[in-house]
């Protein structure tokens, strides 16, 4: 089995927890989700702490929580919130720990239809589908820097990508 560990990058709702989970179920290790991580350790949500402190402070907690897990932790998946990978510094860390980047690259429908379906996960960052679709253009170039991408369409299951990624992970 590749020993690399993978990190999942993509827009608000493209499905990074859900593929890491379901991927780190399937390799039979532990996953960490950057936003829950810091939610323990800082007591609040990225979204209180970017309603609250602005989205500099929450860029730099998220840059430090990165660098932890990455350090600290044992897990072998990590999927980052959707903003992380538009950061040098944190592109850098992942580079440095020699983790495989991957990118689910999710048509915007798809995100804008989760994102407002999932009244739980307040995402300050996506106020309304304007600003939604901005954001979602302007960080295409970043994303594009992932090691490996991933085309999710509406009717994949998150079993299928995690097949799709496990087979990738096999062969590199
Ligand atoms: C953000 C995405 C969120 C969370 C924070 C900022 C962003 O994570 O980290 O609200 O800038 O895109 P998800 O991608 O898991 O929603």
Same mark, same amino acid.
């Given at each position: 089995?590749?020993?690399?560990?993978?990190?999942?990058?993509?827009?608000?709702?493209?499905?990074?927890?859900?593929?890491?989970?379901?991927? %780190?179920? !399937?390799?039979?290790? *532990?996953?960490? +989700?950057?936003? =829950?991580?810091?939610? /323990?350790?800082?007591?609040?949500?990225?979204?209180?702490?970017?309603?609250?402190?602005?989205?500099?402070?929450?860029?730099?907690?998220?840059?430090?929580?990165?660098?932890?897990?990455?350090?600290?932790?044992?897990?072998?998946?990590?999927?980052?919130?959707?903003?992380?990978?538009?950061?040098? %510094?944190? !592109?850098?860390?992942? *580079?440095?720990? +020699?983790?495989? =980047?991957?990118?689910? /690259?999710?048509?915007?429908?798809?995100?804008?239809?989760?994102?407002?379906?999932?009244?739980?996960?307040?995402?300050?960052?996506?106020?309304?589908?304007?600003?939604?679709?901005?954001?979602?253009?302007?960080?295409?170039?970043?994303?594009?820097?992932?090691?490996?991408?991933?085309?999710?369409?509406?009717?994949?299951?998150?079993?299928?990508?995690?097949?799709?990624?496990?087979?990738?992970?096999?062969?590199?």
């Amino acid at each position: 089995m590749n020993p690399r560990r993978v990190v999942i990058v993509g827009f608000m709702g493209c499905g990074k927890t859900t593929v890491a989970q379901a991927l %780190a179920q !399937r390799l039979g290790c *532990a996953m960490v +989700d950057l936003d =829950s991580f810091i939610t /323990d350790r800082e007591g609040r949500t990225p979204a209180e702490i970017i309603e609250q402190d602005g989205e500099a402070v929450f860029r730099e907690i998220e840059t430090a929580a990165l660098r932890d897990a990455l350090e600290d932790s044992d897990a072998r998946v990590i999927a980052l919130g959707g903003g992380a990978w538009t950061i040098e %510094a944190n !592109r850098a860390l992942v *580079a440095e720990h +020699d983790c495989l =980047s991957v990118w689910l /690259d999710a048509p915007f429908e798809l995100c804008w239809d989760r994102i407002i379906s999932s009244a739980n996960t307040i995402r300050p960052m996506a106020p309304d589908r304007e600003i939604a679709q901005n954001l979602f253009q302007e960080r295409r170039d970043s994303y594009e820097l992932a090691q490996l991408r991933l085309v999710m369409s509406k009717t994949a299951a998150p079993e299928e990508t995690v097949v799709e990624l496990a087979t990738s992970l096999l062969l590199l």
